[in-house]
């Protein structure tokens, strides 16, 4: 016998309660980061949109706001040292080309995913394109905690930045491609993406608030893995949470997957890294 999405709610235990957080600003270190903003005009179902920081209990908003306490930022500091190191056939570090340091991608991470030439590319395959390309190094894996900490590094400096993807010309048959996949049900409890994150946010599963699943804090610290998580890592969770096989890290699906929910961040502000429990 199938279940239903709303009967598979029921069983996981959601009840309503308001949100976490009250105001519609948060203050990094002095820096204010929007986490409320008017829905972008191509979601249909939203009129505002919020920030996972809202959803958070006090406890875990506060590891936030101060970068001293952010367990995150552990990891960005050993970026900065893997920015600085040597490594590959070449004799070259990333330093070696973006001699203005990571202050250089100002921007980029709000920028994310986008197409080049053709390809739709996140900020994992641009690292591993200079890895390979220019510094003759091997490839990182794409969740490895390399990685995900040159990403939180580089996603650092777009910070305070609103949101910006952009859906239209090339990108257009990748979001589309990306919303489908958003909206459909999957798994042996027949849930999509938007069956939480839309329909349900705000209310309790198990002992965590369900938000609506914006990712402009990724990579984020996760308190209960205790390490950075990368957006298809969480995606692979979810999906994988509804009892159906998952596609892999870096598939088609999940790039296409990253730009339709990226794009429904658009004027919320760069978190990364963000805390979540």
């Not at 959803?55 to 908003?61: A, I, L, M």
Request: proline letters at 3%.
């Amino acid at each position: 016998m199938k279940i239903g999405a709303w009967t598979a709610v029921a069983m996981l235990g959601l009840t309503s309660v308001t949100l976490a957080q009250d105001g519609n600003t948060l203050s990094i270190d002095g820096e204010t980061i929007v986490t409320e903003a008017v829905a972008p005009a191509h979601l249909e179902n939203l009129d505002t949109i919020y920030s996972g920081w809202r959803f958070r209990t006090s406890e875990t908003q506060a590891l936030q706001i101060d970068d001293f306490d952010n367990p995150a930022m552990i990891f960005v500091d050993q970026a900065l040292d893997l920015f600085e190191a040597v490594d590959g056939s070449e004799g070259k570090s990333c330093s070696s080309c973006h001699t203005d340091g990571p202050e250089e991608f100002a921007g980029l991470h709000a920028s994310m995913p986008k197409v080049v030439d053709g390809k739709l590319v996140v900020m994992e395959d641009l690292i591993n394109s200079h890895r390979q390309d220019v510094m003759g190094a091997e490839p990182w894996k794409w969740s490895g905690a390399d990685m995900q900490a040159m990403v939180a590094l580089i996603g650092l400096q777009s910070r305070g930045t609103p949101m910006d993807v952009t859906i239209d010309g090339d990108a257009a048959p990748f979001w589309e491609k990306g919303k489908e996949l958003y909206y459909t049900r999957f798994g042996q409890l027949e849930m999509s993406c938007a069956n939480c994150h839309e329909d349900n946010y705000g209310t309790m599963i198990r002992a965590d608030h369900l938000s609506q699943g914006q990712i402009n804090g990724f990579p984020t610290y996760r308190l209960k893995q205790a390490k950075l998580i990368s957006r298809h890592n969480r995606f692979r969770g979810c999906i994988r949470d509804t009892r159906a096989e998952t596609f892999a890290e870096g598939s088609d699906e999940f790039r296409a997957l990253e730009l339709y929910v990226a794009s429904r961040s658009n004027g919320l502000h760069v978190e990364t890294p963000a805390v979540r429990q």
